[in-house]
Nanobody, 121 residues
């Protein structure tokens, strides 16, 4: 079993930055793919970024060039550094983990509770 706890959300002005963190408990963190998703009110949850066990990263088009996903296997933590935030980035951001090392857009095994990110204009 894996538990995921997100932190780092908050209120920021447009153009600002935030770094989200996700601390994972459980075994085999380094062999798991990790990801970030978000869900805005009235919208479906969508993939934002992922990192596989080999440290290859993947991004949604909306995140490319502004967001960076990284992981620290020694700390069992994955990060999402966000720059140039826009009001449309406002959402609850969720951390996710897979039992496999490869990133997938849809099939994730574990989810955190989410952290709110609000970007004011």
């Amino acid at each position: 079993q894996v538990q995921l706890v997100e932190s780092g959300g908050g209120l920021v002005q447009a153009g600002g930055s935030l770094r989200l963190s996700c601390a994972a408990s459980g075994r085999a963190f380094s062999s798991r793919a990790m990801g970030w998703f978000r869900q805005a009110p009235g919208n479906q949850r969508e993939f934002v970024a992922g990192i596989n066990s080999g440290l290859t990263t993947y991004y949604a088009d909306s995140a490319k060039g502004r967001f960076t996903i990284s992981r620290d296997n020694a700390k069992n933590t994955v990060y999402l550094q966000m720059y140039g935030l826009k009001p449309e980035d406002t959402a609850v951001y969720y951390c996710a983990a897979r039992n496999l090392g490869s990133v997938d857009l849809y099939a994730w095994d574990y989810w955190g509770q989410g952290t709110q990110v609000t970007v004011s204009s």
